[in-house]
């Protein structure tokens, strides 16, 4: 099967694969949102998602994934 479409987990992924590691950019996330590191780590696990639209947007522009497709399983 064919992906379509990236969701944060997949952006994490290759996040690491490119040299980085999950902590940094969970950490990242904590920091330009304003969140807690565990609610960044559950984001990108794809344990919890946020229903605020600012958040949506942020993360959106930060990872260049629709909203749509943030939390969006395969």
């Not at 920091?31 to 565990?38: I, P, Q, T, W």
Request: glycine share 6%; with cysteine; charged share 25%.
């Amino acid at each position: 099967m064919t992906q379509t479409y990236q969701n944060l987990k997949d952006f994490a992924d290759e996040f690491v694969s490119k040299g980085g590691t999950k902590k940094e950019l969970q950490r990242k996330i904590a920091a330009e949102l304003g969140v807690s590191v565990n609610t960044a780590i559950n984001w990108t696990c794809l344990d919890s998602r946020t229903s605020n639209q600012k958040m949506l947007e942020k993360l959106s522009e930060m990872t260049g994934i629709p909203q749509e497709n943030l939390f969006r399983r395969h």
